[in-house]
């Protein structure tokens, strides 16, 4: 039978059903044989003729698009991995990737190019392409050709070590769980959870007692509903003690990688890979980092200070007189039963008010006021888990894209939630469809509708930010498309939808009383500090690994505690580095990068503050026009000042965090 993989850029959708495991291989070496072919053609054409910026890109359209399904089958289905041959496909593709940033003679082909002949479009291009081949070590025609081999060696290793690392932690993830056979540790659960925590339990194949797993949704509910002290604690440090040591060890992997990347970063002539990676981002600097790190974390401890006595003697009034301090692994149970004393909510009654259905139906009404879009929900067959639901969405009449949304967890996905193009836009002759994946918790019984909670709706919405990013992009070259933008504006549009959802004119809604409604304003900044603290401290870890100060001689416990700032103690034998897969990912590289987020929302608040008073629609036309069409064909920082006509400021953050008044 014919590989339907080959056939994939005239397809309206992915075949699921007719993919067989065994047809990846195969699929990779034909569309990198033809890549490979059509790259040549193109080198290989008079120095006369102006080379095909256009030609080029598309001579990896097929290959791209294979690649797509397959990250997006291996994050949605990890257990496959063997019968994937993801190790041979994982050194093709890094082999491939590599080749052909490493080609000399199609460097010297970009370098024959005229800039100034460019368009504008063109240049952006152009300029990212460039930067792969500085990447892979091309620094001018002459450039050194063992330092081009030692990159090329570097990054093929580095490749293997992140896939190395994803997959402890997968595993160790799998790996443990806790069995609750004390009635008494589950009296503040809610029902339901009691239920789905007792079916793991049988599956798990004890006779009595629920179970919890370290798995997003069920780690959550144990930190938030069990009363014993003891199982919190323990939960917190399983959960932050990943892959550290042991079987699924990550430690050895982590120091090479970042040994790795430092060699890298000097052989590019950079003195950090902090300075490499941030020279092709909004922030341009580390000092630019570290400023506003220092700026929010200032606040934020100031606002924590308080938030603190707060609780305490929240907690000394009304649970325990006998308690004196808190611990990170109380915080979540003692705010919950805060907001059911202070506010009499609690965070699972919500999740009535907030069904699946409801929550698409609300944004989908809001995106079609906002920019004339709008979705119907399809039927397909084509779809890897009878869970998913697919969504057309439409402008004009016209079709422009697909939004499918795979919400529930299950055992081989991966943790999280994000957004995937599983057609990208530009190299389709078929409309894109992109994808929201989460790990919300699943109704019990299949026939009831899932109950999300306030954070899952929210994150409804701001997945549905980066599908528009992607959707109304309207860049010719693929290189500035989908979200190929600078990496610390890529969640830009995606938290500025976020604003939306807390709107009093959308809870409403809802069905939501008027008084929840305030609630729910009043409940979103609540201790809030205390997230934004632990936040900066892993956007410390992060800039501090990858900069000069970390060697792999070090401790990497203790090189952790060095930066961090908390009021809450350190637990013995946790790190973050051992498992904070943003830095170490092979499909989303945030390392470096994990305050991107924070700079992004900035910009989002301050983009929002356009919205209101109800200018949303003139100014959701200002948005799509300078930034959601616009991709990566100008730095950020003009796009945003031609959207608002100035830069952008801090101050709608802080107010929106409640960390100003
Ligand atoms: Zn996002």
Known sequence: MENPLLNLLNLEFIPYSQIKNSDYLPAFEYAISKANESISELI??????????????????????IKTVYNNKRRVNSL??????????????????????????????????????????????YNYHMRKFLENGYRGVNSD?????????????????????????????????????????????????????????????????????????SYSSLMMYCSNQDIRKKMFYEMNHKCNGGDFSNIEIMKKILELRKEKAKLLGFKSYNEFVLSNRMAKEEKNVYNLLDMIREKALIKAKKDY?????????????????????????????????????????????????????????????????????????????????????????????????DLYPRKEKTMGGWVYPLKPRVINNTPPIVGIIANN??????????????????????????????????????????LNVLWDFVEC?????????????????????????????????????????????????????????FDSTMDVEEFENKFKVDLFDNMKGTTL???????????????????????????????????KDGKEVEAAERFRKYILSQGGVEDPNILFKKFKGKDFSIEPFLKSKGLID
């Open 44 to 65: 290989s054409q008079p120095n006369e003729i102006k080379f095909d910026l256009k030609k080029f890109e598309t001579s990896t359209d097929l290959y791209d698009q």
């Open 80 to 125: 496959d991995e063997e019968q994937l041959q993801t190790e041979k496909i994982n050194d093709l593709i890094s082999k491939f990737e590599s080749s052909i940033y490493m080609n000399k003679e199609l460097y010297s082909k970009f370098e024959s190019l005229d800039i100034n002949s460019l368009n504008q479009q063109e240049k952006a291009a």
């Open 145 to 217: 050709t063992k330092i081009l081999d030692r990159i090329k060696e570097i990054n093929s290793a580095l490749s293997n070590l992140i896939s190395e690392y994803e997959k402890n932690l997968v595993k160790a993830t799998d790996a443990f769980h806790i069995n609750i056979t004390d009635e008494n540790d589950m009296k503040d659960f809610p029902e339901k959870i009691k239920i789905s925590s007792r079916k793991l339990s049988q599956e798990k194949g004890y006779d009595t007692g629920y179970c919890f797993s370290l798995q997003g949704p």
């Open 309 to 405: 006595n707060e609780l305490l003697n929240f907690v000394q009034n009304n649970v325990d007189k006998n308690i004196t301090k808190l611990q990170r692994w109380d915080l979540s149970y003692y705010i919950e039963k805060y907001k059911k004393y202070k506010f009499n909510i609690n965070s699972e009654e919500l999740r009535k008010y907030f069904p699946l259905s409801k929550v698409t139906k609300i944004l989908f009404d809001l995106i079609e006021h906002l920019y004339g879009i709008n979705y119907t929900l399809v039927e397909n067959e084509h779809l890897y888990h009878p869970d998913i639901k697919i969504y057309k969405m439409q402008k004009n009449n016209k079709t422009i894209g697909y939004f499918y949304l």
């Open 441 to 482: 918790r699943k109704p019990v019984n299949d026939n009831e509708e899932a109950l999300l909670s306030l954070g899952e709706s929210e994150t409804v919405f701001h997945e549905s930010g980066h599908s528009l990013h992607i959707t109304l992009n309207e860049m010719d070259y693929k290189s500035i498309s989908d």
């Open 493 to 549: 549009p995606s938290q500025f939808m976020e604003n939306f959802f807390y709107e009093k004119n959308i809870l409403q809604k809802f069905d939501i009383p008027e008084d929840l409604i305030e609630k729910i304003k009043k409940l979103k900044n609540l201790f809030e500090s205390f997230w934004e603290l632990s936040y900066i401290n892993r956007c410390y870890v992060d800039m501090k690994l990858h900069s000069n100060e």
């Open 577 to 611: 580095s051992l498992f904070f897969s943003h830095l170490f990912n092979a499909t989303w590289d945030y390392s470096c990068g994990y305050y991107s987020y924070l700079w992004a929302e900035i910009i989002a608040c301050d983009a929002y503050e356009e919205f």
